[in-house]
């Protein structure tokens, strides 16, 4: 393909000014990534399960065989072999088999899931890479700790640009990129619950060279790492430390979809038991532009008008979610997608914050659609089971040894494990939902399908306008309207 001469490409350095949100499992995928990076602008895939993402997709048989093509050019061909051998279905599973299990992460991974991380981590940005010269990040999030090492590296193998991490405190990624771009061994502290001061520490260690060997040392630049933060201290607190300074910040507000920072002061809820934000819940612009980084804004952006206001108060633009996820190349289901759609266009949809839903105890933004884990009574039908586990919480026991658990587990199991049965109540299991509505959904004994949840932001204004302007028949908008729509903002005065 050849590069575009009006399109910004990484020699150049140039700062995008929209960046395409990191959202969900699989909703941003390497097709809506590659999509916004064509434009000029910051794609980005998430790096959510991409262990179990990439596994579900080489059992239903690679059927476009992009897998399969990614996997052609992992710098290790043994390695993307094995992966081959141990997931990939020829013709795919039948519809109503399930699929097969994929190990939970621990502190201490076997060598087969190091492997299908690093390689499904590598596919991904691969693909989202392919054909152009723009270019693409990965969001990680700090809470899903026991992967990110093997994530990363699987990323930077594949040439990655940007790094964005959020829901927590990432001080610890900046060093963590630096030693895997070195080929370095790298170790990862784990917020055991249960922890003493006078226990030995909980960590995940990861060798590239002991999974790579040569290759460890040819992972190329360091890519630019952004921190997302909802809070002036924390971006301040980064910045202050050369050994925890990033490239840059997202600026998230708490009307962003998924995981929201929780409320400063008291808890407070609304008539419908959502959180209530106040003045304490917004982030000081001036403050932030003062550090001197590069900064985009995020939650409810994503409008002309607003990205003209982000810009004169020294933004470099900002971050748009929801209207890339319900976009044509989005991962969303697309049953889910276009009922979604409809509902914007009727002005019936509702999105709630949540505060139980998510096992993290961070509210959560769920989208209110019949049939998914937004009704109480899907919930209740749905038998508790946990196969994914990637928001389960270390926890050491009694007896020293690390155990793991989620108030999303069954109870019994919870409780067993020393879970408080109060913390249980109203939890959904976000990873399975999550997956199903990418459209990975497992199906459980007896034709049991797990039922989807979706999360989405609350300004679904760009989204309106888009899909009342998508010809008919189309199968909607794309990410290149959503980019040209905003773009226009910097390009003409308002």
Not at 61 to 69: A, E, F, L, Q, S
Not at 112 to 136: I, K, P, T, Y
Not at 203 to 231: H, K, M, W, Y
């Amino acid at each position: 393909m050849t590069p575009d001469p009006q399109r910004p490409t990484r020699a150049q350095g140039d700062l995008p000014t929209i960046i395409q949100g990191g959202m969900g499992v699989a909703v941003s995928g390497w097709e809506l990534a590659r999509a916004v990076s064509r434009t000029g602008q910051l794609g980005v895939v998430s790096g959510t399960a991409l262990d179990v993402v990439c596994a579900r997709r080489l059992q239903l048989g690679d059927p476009d065989g992009h897998m399969r093509r990614a996997l052609a050019h992992f710098p290790v061909p043994e390695m993307a072999r094995r992966v081959m051998r141990s997931h990939y279905v020829h013709g795919g599973k039948a519809p109503d088999a399930a699929f097969a299990a994929v190990p939970r992460f621990t502190v201490d991974p076997p060598q087969a899931l190091q492997e299908l991380v690093v390689v499904a981590s590598f596919c991904e940005v691969w693909l989202a890479r392919e054909g152009h010269d723009g270019a693409v990040g990965i969001n990680l999030l700090r809470k899903i700790e026991m992967p990110l090492p093997w994530v990363l590296l699987g990323a930077l193998l594949a040439g990655v640009d940007y790094v964005l991490v959020g829901a927590g405190n990432p001080a610890e990624i900046p060093g963590l990129i630096r030693g895997l771009v070195r080929g370095q061994d790298v170790e990862l502290g784990i917020r055991a619950q249960g922890l003493r001061s006078d226990d030995p520490p909980v960590t995940v260690r990861c060798s590239p060279r002991a999974l790579l060997g040569d290759v460890a040392v040819e992972l190329g630049p360091e890519p630019r790492f952004l921190a997302i933060v909802a809070s002036t201290d924390l971006a301040e607190g980064l910045a202050a430390d050369p050994a925890t300074r990033p490239f840059g910040f997202v600026v998230e507000g708490p009307s962003a979809g998924g995981h929201n920072a929780p409320p400063r002061g008291p808890r407070r809820v609304d008539d419908r038991g959502q959180p209530v934000y106040d003045e304490r819940d917004v982030p000081d612009l001036d403050r932030i532009a003062g550090l001197g980084l590069p900064f985009w804004l995020a939650g409810s952006w994503a409008t002309a008008d607003a990205l003209r206001l982000a810009r004169s108060r020294g933004a470099a633009g900002v971050q748009v979610g929801t209207a890339f996820a319900y976009c044509a190349e989005s991962g969303l289901d697309p049953e889910l997608k276009r009922t979604v759609v409809e509902a914007v266009l009727e002005g019936s949809l509702q999105v709630r914050s949540d505060w139980r839903a998510s096992p993290t105890g961070f509210p959560f933004r769920v989208v209110e659609l019949a049939g998914t884990l937004s009704e109480p009574e899907v919930v209740a039908a749905r038998r508790p089971v946990c196969d994914l586990g990637a928001l389960r919480t270390p926890f050491v026991g009694d007896r020293g040894a690390v155990d793991y658990r989620c108030p999303a587990e069954p109870l019994a199991m919870y409780t067993r494990k020393g879970g408080r049965a109060q913390n249980a109540q109203g939890r959904v299991c976000l990873c399975n939902g999550l997956m199903a509505a990418a459209g990975l959904a497992q199906v459980r004994p007896g034709g049991a399908v797990e039922p989807a949840l979706v999360t989405s932001g609350e300004d679904f204004s760009l989204v309106r306008d888009l899909a009342s302007a998508a010809p008919e028949g189309a199968g909607g908008y794309r990410a290149a309207d959503v980019v040209a729509r905003l773009a226009a903002a910097v390009l003409s005065p308002a």
